[in-house]
């Protein structure tokens, strides 16, 4: 009589698969790797592209066009108000601010509208990215939290500004953008200003 065989694995068989999985996934994790990178960089690149959409939009139309982020819900969208709008002052502290002060702000702030014509609502910016900081002339620390902005102007000037993006995998990129052409370029690693402003 012919005993059954048993249906388990056996050593050899099971130690093939091992090294199988071993061998794929050295092979599909650093492919991963790149792949958070490139979508890093293409980020980069498509922010790049609507900041100059932006530039573009505030000369063809004569208007101050302002990109607003929110850092908290990683965030942003276009706005856009008068040719003949005047950006708050640069200020210490905004606790400092007398309730006149503040309620001219507000005002001044009222002056913007969101623009469709760049993008259509608030865009949310891809999972497994984000805006680690940016850097304004009107604000004398690097803001990583709460509300953000760039603004151009209608001659194709810009406020000098820098914006940090990483990703899961600490890749860093830096938008950073010229005050006299307005044009934005994009740099590996974090870019500050000046010495001064490092951490």
């Excluded at 979508?39 to 066009?65: C, G, T, W």
């Excluded at 503040?102 to 760049?118: E, H, L, S, V, Y």
């Excluded at 680690?132 to 001659?155: N, Q, W």
Aim: proline fraction near 4%; hydrophobic fraction near 40%; avoid cysteine.
């Amino acid at each position: 009589m012919n005993r059954n065989r048993s249906s388990g694995f056996s050593l050899i068989e099971i130690l093939v698969t091992l090294a199988i999985i071993a061998l794929v996934s050295a092979l599909v994790i650093p492919n991963t790797t790149s792949v958070f990178r490139a979508s890093l960089d293409s980020y980069a690149r498509k922010a790049v592209n609507q900041f100059r959409e932006a530039r573009d939009f505030a000369i063809l139309m004569n208007r101050v066009v302002k990109i607003q982020f929110d850092l908290d819900k990683q965030n942003y969208w276009v706005e856009d108000a008068p040719a003949d709008f005047l950006l708050p002052k640069k200020r210490e502290n905004d606790d400092e601010l007398s309730d006149e002060e503040k309620k001219k702000d507000q005002k001044k702030n009222q002056a913007f509208r969101m623009t469709t014509t760049i993008t259509k609502k608030k865009l949310n910016i891809p999972s497994g990215l984000r805006i680690h900081a940016v850097i304004s002339p009107r604000s004398k620390k690097i803001l990583t939290e709460g509300m953000a902005d760039i603004v151009y102007f209608p001659h194709g000037s810009a406020e000098a500004a820098v914006i940090h993006l990483e990703d899961m995998e600490g890749n860093k990129r830096s938008l950073i953008v010229h005050p006299i052409t307005g044009k934005t370029r994009l740099v590996s690693g974090y870019y500050f200003p000046s010495e001064d402003r490092k951490r």
